[in-house]
C-alpha cells in the first residue's frame, strides 16, 4: 500500500468512529420522555386519533383527556408546539400529572410537535436534555429543536410557502408547526400536525384553547397574552386580575394578516377562543452566553443580564435570571385567570381545576414538587 | 480579560497558525480551531456539537457541489465557451452595456435563489473567461465577480438573510422588493461602471475572441443552451408557479441539468467532470463544514453571545461603525443575519424596519467575503484561477466599504428612505 492508501484508511476508521459515537448520542433523542399520567387524566390517546396518517410516525403526540364527567367548557392546552421552549411543555406536563378537573374538561398535549423533540438545532450549541427533581425520582425531559426533525422530508425549501394564504417564509419555517395552520391532511409532516390540531378542536368541540410558548428576551410580545379579536375582553379581564397580583402581562392582538399562527388560524376557522402565552426564556436568545441545560433550569446569564443593564434594546429578564420555575408559573397563573375569566363572560360553560398550584407554590417549591 | 474573549482569540490564533504556518486548507484549519475553542471553553471535545455544526450548512454544500458538476458539464459541453463568445460578439461594441449586463447577469441566481454562492459557480464562472480575455486581471476579474454575487444575494425576489431575520424577529416577506432593489442594483451599477472605466478602453474584438474556446453553436444549434435554459426554467417555476411545480430544490435542478447536458453538446465523460467538479469544489465545502463547527462552538462556549453584546454595548456614535465592522466579521452571511441582525432590528426600533432589516442584510451578506472563511473570494479565486484568496478580498476592499456606508446610511436615514420608492 502507497502512503496516500494508509492515510486515507486512517482518515476513514476515524470517520468512522466519530460517526458511531455521536450517532448514539443523536439517537437517544428517539427515546421518548416519561410523561406519568396523574389522578385526573381518564384517557390516554394520540393525534393519530384526527388524522390517522401520523400513526406510527415519530409526529403522533400523546393526548390526555382530564375529564370531570359533569358538563362544562373544554379547554385545550398545547405545549412543545416548539419544542425548545421548555416552560411551555413543562406546565403542559404538570397538568397531565398533578391536576384533576371538577367541572368541564382539559384536553392537554404536553409534547404537540412531537417530532421536534427527537433532534436540536444545528449551530445552536443546545443541550439535549434537562433533569430535575420530582416527588419521587430525578426527571429527564428532552430540549428539542424549534422546529420538528428536518430529517423525514429533507430538504427544507428555499422558500416556505404557508398553506393556503401563499405566504413566503425562509424555508426553514416549513417546519414550524406555529406558521402551519390550519394545515392539510396530505401535507408535510408539520402541516398534518396542525391539521390534527384543528380537527381535535372541531371534533372535541373546544371552547378555549391554549398554546404555551416561551421567546428569548429581546422579542417585544415577551409575558404577553396574545389572543384572536373574540378573545379580546375575556385576555383583557384576566390581565386585570393579574395586574392584582402584580404579574405584569401585556395583551397583543394577532395580526391579521400573519397567517398560520394559532391565535390567527384557531380563531378565524373554529369555535373555540385562542390564547397563546410567551415567557422570557434566556437559552432561545442570540444575546446568551454559556449555553448548557443549567440555563435551561436557572436561566441566569451573564450576558442578558449585561444587556438588560445596557438598555440599548428592551429586554425582559430579571437581573437574577428567569428559573424556570418562574416561567412556569407565570403559565400555570395566566392560564387559570384567563379560564376564570372566560368563567365571568360565560357563566354555562364552567371549568373548575383542582390541585393547579399557586404561582407562590411553584416559585417557592420548584416545577419538580408538581410532578409524580 | 473576559473569559469568552480569551477563547475566541485562542480559536483565531489557532486558525491563524494552521493557516499561515502549516499552510492547511482554511476548513481543516476551522475545524481545529473549533476543538481548541472546545477545550479552552472547559467543554473536552464535544463530539455531538461538533458533528452536529459540520450540519449546519449542509444544505448549502449539496448545492454547492451539484452547481459545481452543472458548470464542469456546460463547460465541457461547450455551451460555457459559447455563451461567452456571443455575450461578446454581440454587444462589444457598447462595452458600457456589456458591463451592466454582466453585472446583472451574474447577479442573477442569487436573486432567484438567495445563493451567493450560487452565482460565482454558475453565471459568474460563465463570464470569467470573457473578462479574462479582455485582460482584466484575475484579481480584479474575482471580486467583481464577488461583490456581484453579494449584491444578488442581497436583490430580490428572494433574500435568505431578510428571511432569517425576519424568522427571528416575526415579521413576514412582505414589501422587501423595493428597499432591497435599493440596497442592491445602485451598488452593482457603481461597481460595473467602474470596471468599464478603469479597465475597458475600446474592446479588440478579434484578439479577446481568440482568447475564448471556439464557439460550437453552428455544430450543434440551440440545444446546446438546453440545459441552461432548464435549470432557469425550474428555478423561476418553483417561485412562480409553487402551485403546479414542486419545490424539487436545487441540487436536484442542478443534477437535471447536469444530466441533460450529457447529450446536447460535446461528448463528456460524466464520471470523470464529476470527480473533477468534486475536487475543485472540495476545499469551499470543508470550509463550510468548518464554520458551521466554528459557529456551534462559538454559541456553546458563549463567544457569540459575547460578540453579539459587544457590538449592543458600543456608544451610540461608534454603534453604527462597530455595526459596519462586527456584522462582516461573523465570516457568513446566514450567521451574521441571526446572531446580530435579529437584536439590531430591535435596536433600531421605531425606524422603518423593513427599510433597516434590508441594510442589515446587506451588511450580513458581505460578511460572505470576509475572513476567516472567505467563502466567496475562496470561490471567486478557483474560477478565474488565482492562487490566493487574500488577493481578491484585497481588491474588493474599496466596494466593501462604498457597501458598508451605503447601508449605514439606510439605516440611519431609514425614514427618509422610504419616500425614495
Ligand atoms: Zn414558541
Redesign the interface.
Known amino acids: 500500500m502507497k502512503r496516500h492508501h494508509i492515510m486515507a484508511v486512517v482518515l476513514l476508521v476515524a470517520v468512522a468512529l466519530v460517526c458511531t459515537l455521536a450517532a448514539r448520542e443523536f439517537m437517544a433523542m428517539n427515546q421518548p420522555d416519561e410523561i406519568i399520567p396523574g389522578p385526573g387524566v381518564k384517557t390516554v390517546g394520540a393525534l393519530s386519533n384526527y388524522l390517522g396518517n401520523l400513526a406510527g410516525t415519530s409526529s403522533n403526540a400523546s393526548v390526555y383527556y382530564l375529564d370531570s364527567g359533569k358538563p362544562g367548557a373544554t379547554v385545550l392546552v398545547l405545549g412543545g408546539t416548539h419544542p425548545n421552549e421548555p416552560a411551555g411543555f413543562m406546565t403542559a406536563v404538570v397538568l397531565t400529572e398533578h391536576v384533576s378537573v371538577l367541572e368541564g374538561r382539559l384536553i392537554v398535549i404536553p409534547q404537540v410537535c412531537a417530532s421536534g423533540f427527537t433532534c436540536t438545532d444545528p449551530l445552536e450549541g443546545y443541550p439535549q436534555s434537562f433533569s430535575l427533581q420530582s416527588k419521587s425520582k430525578v426527571r429527564t425531559f428532552r430540549f428539542g429543536s424549534r422546529g420538528s426533525n428536518p430529517i423525514p422530508e429533507w430538504p427544507d425549501p428555499l422558500v416556505f410557502l404557508q398553506y393556503p394564504s401563499g405566504q413566503q417564509l425562509s424555508g426553514n419555517e416549513t417546519r414550524n408547526l406555529n406558521r402551519s395552520y390550519p394545515g392539510r391532511p396530505d401535507g408535510t409532516v408539520t402541516e398534518r400536525i396542525a391539521y390534527a390540531v384543528m380537527q381535535l378542536i372541531d371534533r372535541e368541540k373546544v371552547d378555549y384553547a391554549f398554546d404555551l410558548h416561551e421567546a428569548a428576551p429581546e422579542i417585544p410580545i415577551i409575558n404577553a397574552i396574545v389572543t384572536h379579536e373574540k378573545g379580546k375582553d375575556i385576555a383583557a379581564n384576566a390581565l386585570f386580575t393579574l395586574e392584582t397580583e402584580n404579574l405584569q402581562f401585556a395583551l397583543e392582538m394577532s395580526p391579521v394578516n400573519f397567517h398560520g399562527l394559532s391565535h390567527r388560524e384557531w380563531g378565524d376557522r373554529s369555535a373555540a377562543f385562542p390564547f397563546l402565552m410567551e415567557t422570557s426564556n434566556p437559552i432561545q436568545g442570540r444575546l446568551r452566553g454559556k449555553t448548557d441545560a443549567t440555563l435551561v433550569l436557572r436561566g441566569t446569564d451573564e450576558k442578558y443580564k449585561e444587556a438588560a443593564q445596557l438598555g440599548t434594546m428592551r429586554i425582559t429578564y430579571e437581573l437574577t435570571g428567569e428559573p424556570l420555575a418562574r416561567r412556569v408559573a407565570r403559565h400555570l397563573r395566566g392560564l387559570q385567570a384567563i379560564l376564570s375569566a372566560s368563567m365571568e363572560s360565560a357563566p354555562e360553560k364552567r371549568i373548575v381545576l383542582d390541585g393547579l398550584p399557586t404561582y407562590e407554590q411553584v416559585l417557592e417549591q420548584g416545577v419538580g414538587a408538581y410532578l409524580q | 480579560m473576559p473569559y469568552?474573549l480569551l477563547i475566541l482569540l485562542s480559536m483565531l490564533a489557532v486558525f491563524a497558525l494552521s493557516v499561515f504556518l502549516l499552510k492547511l486548507p482554511s476548513g481543516v484549519a476551522l475545524v481545529l480551531s473549533a476543538i481548541v475553542g472546545a477545550l479552552v471553553?472547559g467543554e473536552g471535545v464535544p463530539?455531538?456539537?461538533?458533528?452536529?455544526?459540520s450540519?449546519?450548512y449542509l444544505?448549502a454544500i449539496?448545492i454547492i457541489a451539484t452547481a459545481m458538476i452543472f458548470m464542469k458539464v456546460l463547460d465541457g459541453s461547450g455551451a460555457l465557451g459559447t455563451l461567452g463568445h456571443l455575450l461578446m460578439k454581440s454587444l462589444y461594441r457598447w462595452p458600457t452595456v456589456l458591463f451592466i449586463f454582466i453585472s446583472f447577469f451574474v447577479m442573477f441566481p442569487g436573486m432567484l435563489?438567495?445563493?451567493s454562492s450560487a452565482c460565482i459557480l454558475t453565471t459568474g464562472a460563465l463570464v470569467a473567461p470573457a473578462m479574462l480575455a479582455m485582460r482584466i486581471p484575475a484579481p480584479a476579474v474575482g471580486s467583481f465577480i464577488a461583490m456581484m454575487a453579494v449584491y444578488g444575494m442581497i436583490a430580490p425576489p428572494?433574500n435568505?438573510p431578510v428571511?432569517?431575520i425576519?424568522?427571528?424577529?416575526?415579521m413576514?416577506?412582505?414589501g422587501f422588493e423595493r428597499p432591497l432593489a435599493l440596497a442592491s442594483f445602485p451598488l452593482a451599477l457603481i461597481v460595473a461602471l467602474y470596471y468599464r472605466i478603469r479597465y475597458v478602453r475600446s474592446i479588440q474584438i478579434e484578439e479577446v475572441l481568440s482568447r475564448l474556446p471556439a464557439p460550437l453553436h453552428a455544430k450543434h444549434g440551440l440545444k446546446l443552451f438546453a440545459p441552461l435554459v432548464l435549470v432557469v426554467v425550474l428555478m423561476i417555476a418553483?417561485?412562480v408557479v409553487?402551485q403546479y411545480m414542486p419545490?424539487i430544490?436545487?441540487?436536484l435542478i442542478f443534477m437535471l441539468g447536469s444530466l441533460v447536458g450529457l447529450v446536447t453538446g460535446e461528448r463528456i465523460d460524466f464520471w470523470q467532470t464529476s470527480r473533477t467538479a468534486i475536487r475543485e469544489a472540495l476545499p469551499v465545502m470543508v470550509i463550510l463544514v468548518g464554520v458551521?463547527m466554528f459557529?456551534?462552538?462559538m454559541?456553546?462556549?458563549?463567544v457569540?453571545?459575547?460578540l453579539?453584546?459587544g457590538a449592543?454595548?458600543l456608544p451610540p456614535a461608534f454603534l453604527y461603525l462597530g455595526i459596519a465592522l462586527l456584522m462582516p466579521a461573523f465570516g457568513s452571511a446566514y450567521?451574521s443575519a441571526?446572531?446580530?441582525g435579529?437584536?439590531l432590528v430591535?435596536?433600531f426600533?421605531g425606524k422603518n424596519e423593513i427599510v433597516v432589516t434590508s441594510a442589515l442584510s446587506l451588511i450580513a451578506g458581505i460578511g460572505d467575503l470576509m475572513p476567516p472563511p472567505m467563502l466567496l473570494c475562496a470561490f471567486a479565486s478557483q474560477i478565474v484561477g488565482e492562487k490566493n484568496p487574500f488577493q481578491i478580498l484585497k481588491r474588493s476592499v474599496p466596494f466593501i466599504v462604498l457597501s458598508l456606508i451605503a447601508a449605514i446610511a439606510m439605516i440611519a436615514f431609514a425614514d427618509s428612505v422610504v419616500k425614495l420608492y
Not at chain 2, 47 to 53: A, D, S
Not at chain 2, 166 to 170: A, E, L, N, S
Open positions: 469568552e471553553g463530539l455531538r456539537h461538533l458533528v452536529e455544526g450540519f449546519g444544505d449539496l435563489t438567495g445563493l428572494i435568505i428571511m432569517i425576519g424568522g427571528g424577529v416575526d413576514p416577506y412582505i418553483i417561485r409553487p419545490d430544490g436545487i441540487p458551521g459557529v456551534q462552538i454559541t456553546l462556549t458563549g457569540r453571545g459575547f453579539a453584546v449592543l454595548n450567521a441571526s446572531v446580530l435579529v437584536p430591535y435596536v426600533l
